[in-house]
Nanobody
Framework: QVQLVESGGGLVQPGESLRLSCAAS????????MGWYRQAPGKARELVAA???????NYVDSVKGRFTVSRDNAKNTAYLQMNNLRPEDTAVYSC???????????WGKGTLVTVSS
């Protein structure tokens, strides 16, 4: 059974950093674009950052310059480095894997990030 497992969430103060990981199993990881989404209470889910199978990246404007998405195909893992966190970054962060050719996609269950003083 395909699994995406996020880790690295937690409670931090404004200005601090976290690194989220998304470990994938039973997929040909290098063929998948990886996306990090977040959903805050009462808000719609939004795409925060994504990295394609060839390594190109894109970010939502609110995190540009603060977040960095990366991947390690040898470890079947995607990462989201989050620096200078703000209270408005508080959300459940989930990863998504989407096959670059056939459109299959999978979701992790998410990890909670809370930014509060």
């Amino acid at each position: 059974q395909v699994q995406l497992v996020e880790s690295g969430g937690g409670l931090v103060q404004p200005g601090e950093s976290l690194r989220l990981s998304c470990a994938a199993s039973l997929i040909t990881f290098r063929m998948y674009a990886m996306g990090w989404y977040r959903q805050a209470p009462g808000k719609a889910r939004e795409l925060v950052a994504a990295i394609s199978s060839d390594g190109s990246t894109n970010y939502v404007d609110s995190v540009k310059g603060r977040f960095t998405v990366s991947r390690d195909n040898a470890k079947n893992t995607a990462y989201l480095q989050m620096n200078n966190l703000r209270p408005e970054d508080t959300a459940v962060y989930s990863c998504n894997a989407k096959h670059s050719l056939i459109g299959l996609d999978y979701w992790g269950k998410g990890t909670l990030v809370t930014v509060s003083s």
